[in-house]
């Protein structure tokens, strides 16, 4: 295998594959920067123009692309308070605080590191795991899938620790707003209200821009105090001892992106929420966690570039894509006329290896750039009120309807933004919502799944230990919460 690696090696590090290598860098940091566009996006936009390339450096431009996208997410997370792509939700909540109390550079020195260490950890992990990996997410059927499903729904009660049942509510709006469109199995149109633009149902993305670029505009013009930023802006990095604290944090994080991004369908989105959940369960201080806590960002981005070389496992495997990006990347398999699946290795080994050591290139091309752009997107956050919000709002409008050509798109978001507006009046978390419509797919569908083939009995879901554990946590995880909150409103009233 060493000498396999080395190979690989020599062969990423061609001038010419560095070339392209360089290039799936920058553009995945953009495409993952953008709202609206995403590492799949991206991917779309270059396979045409990987038809004709070589295989070498064709998929060696979208795995780097597909890297740099996971952390380019985080830019507009922690700038703005809009994540560029959803595994970047979680970096929302500690990112964007630090940001707003001047501290920008520093939360992007931390994404960026997190995010490097994320990814290599999980490309090591494709390479010294690829076979026994790939047969446990094999293993995972409807009922495993659903129960998953069902916990990373269940973290809404974590994610508020002041009032779980107005985050259990958010979550339920979402789950309504998932129902909307046409049946998952049957087809059948459900709360269309017989409008063909509902057909469809709602897109994720004016969602995400809606409820994290416009609502927050709107707060901000409506409450001038939120306007003005404490301290002062600056892009300082983190210092290193900072970073070497972190690593608690970002090897929990690769650790639970690894694990979930192997398993077909779960995606780096479940995978860094998670990430972001057990770490303020492991905290001593879970209070500072949504306020700007540094491990908030560490583990979130550590685990969705993990994700990265994980969700690669099964695809290289068993010629199952892990994501949406992954399935964009078998395409780029095929238009060169290979077919991943468990002979890739012995019949194309020179090329996986260089697929290997393309990864850990393009970390550190990642690294580069973004030491580089620091300076520049911490500028963005300089922007007065005034000046930053106007373009955040005409930006979301435009990129929201670009994405598909499609008006609807915009006035969704639009909807989203002043329904988000309302809800934070009110109290009400807006993430829980956009989990219930990232969720609500995989929850259903695998539900249903497994009663069509159990022939409707619901035993199913205990016959099967992963299942069953995993609803027993999913379980815990939306009623301790709902005790914790009470048994501290009593002592409170007590003391």
């Known amino acids: 295998m060493v000498d396999a690696l080395a190979g690989g090696f020599a062969t990423a590090l061609h001038p010419a594959n560095l ?9 995945g940091i953009f495409a993952g920067a953008m709202p609206g566009l995403s590492s799949t996006v991206g991917l779309a936009l270059v396979l045409p123009v990987t038809f004709g390339l070589d295989p ?34 979680a970096t929302t909540f500690d990112g964007y605080p630090m940001s707003r109390r001047g501290e920008a550079g520093r939360a992007l020195g931390i994404s960026l ?22 047969r446990v997410a094999l293993s995972f059927g409807p009922e495993e899938s659903f129960g998953l499903g069902l916990l990373g729904l269940s973290i809404v009660a974590n994610l508020v620790s002041k009032d779980p049942v107005k985050g259990i509510a958010s979550a339920l709006l979402g789950l309504v707003f998932f129902v909307v469109g046409l049946d998952v199995l049957t087809g059948s149109p459900r709360l269309t209200f017989g409008s063909t633009s509902l057909m469809d149902g709602f897109s994720l993305v004016p969602m995400l821009i809606g409820f994290f670029a416009l609502a927050e505009a709107f707060e901000t013009i409506a409450d001038r105090s939120r306007a003005d930023r404490s301290g002062a802006i600056h892009g300082k990095l983190p210092r290193w001892s900072e970073l070497a604290g972190l690593w608690p944090s970002i090897l929990r994080g690769s ?9 077909p369908g779960a995606g780096a989105t479940i995978a860094s929420i998670v990430a972001w959940n057990e770490e303020k369960r492991a905290s001593k201080h879970p209070e500072r966690f949504g306020a ?23 695809l290289l495997a068993l010629g199952i894509p892990g994501s949406a990006s992954a399935a964009v990347l078998l395409g780029g398999f095929n238009v060169q ?32 750039v973004g030491l580089a752009g620091i300076p520049v997107w911490t500028r ?31 006035w969704a978001a639009l909807f989203f933004g002043v329904l988000g507006f309302v809800m934070l009046r009110r109290g ?39 299942c069953f554990v995993l609803i027993v946590l999913a379980v815990a995880s939306f009623v301790v919460p709902l005790f914790r909150n009470r048994f501290s409103s009593h002592r409170t009233a007590a003391s």
Do not use: K, W
């Open 19 to 27: 070339g392209f290598l360089l290039a799936g860098t920058v553009v």
């Open 56 to 89: 070498t450096p064709a998929l060696l431009m979208m795995v780097s692309l597909y890297m740099a996208a996971q952390y380019g997410g985080s830019i507009t997370a922690i700038a703005i308070g809009v994540p560029g792509s959803s595994p970047a939700l």
């Open 113 to 134: 590191f997190a995010s490097v260490c994320g990814g290599v950890l999980g490309t090591l992990l494709l390479i010294g795991a690829l076979a026994p990996l790939a």
């Open 255 to 263: 650790a639970i992106g690894g694990a979930i991004g192997a398993i």
């Open 292 to 314: 700007g806590a540094p491990e908030g960002i560490a583990a979130p981005e550590a685990a969705n570039n993990a994700c990265v070389g994980a969700a690669m496992i099964p």
């Open 337 to 368: 006329g290979l077919s991943p699946g468990p002979l890739l290795l012995d019949e194309h080994g020179p090329l996986v290896y260089a697929l290997y050591a393309g990864l850990l290139v393009s970390v550190i091309f990642m690294l580069a």
């Open 380 to 410: 963005v956050v300089r922007l007065r009120p005034g000046v930053l919000m106007p373009i955040v709002v005409g930006m979301s409008l435009v990129g929201t309807f670009a994405l598909r050509g499609n008006p609807f798109d915009a």
């Open 428 to 466: 009400f978390p807006l993430v829980p919502a956009v989990l219930g419509l990232i969720l609500g797919p995989m929850i259903e569908t695998n539900y249903r799944r497994a009663l069509t083939l159990s022939s409707g009995s619901h035993a199913t879901f205990i016959h099967s230990p992963i």
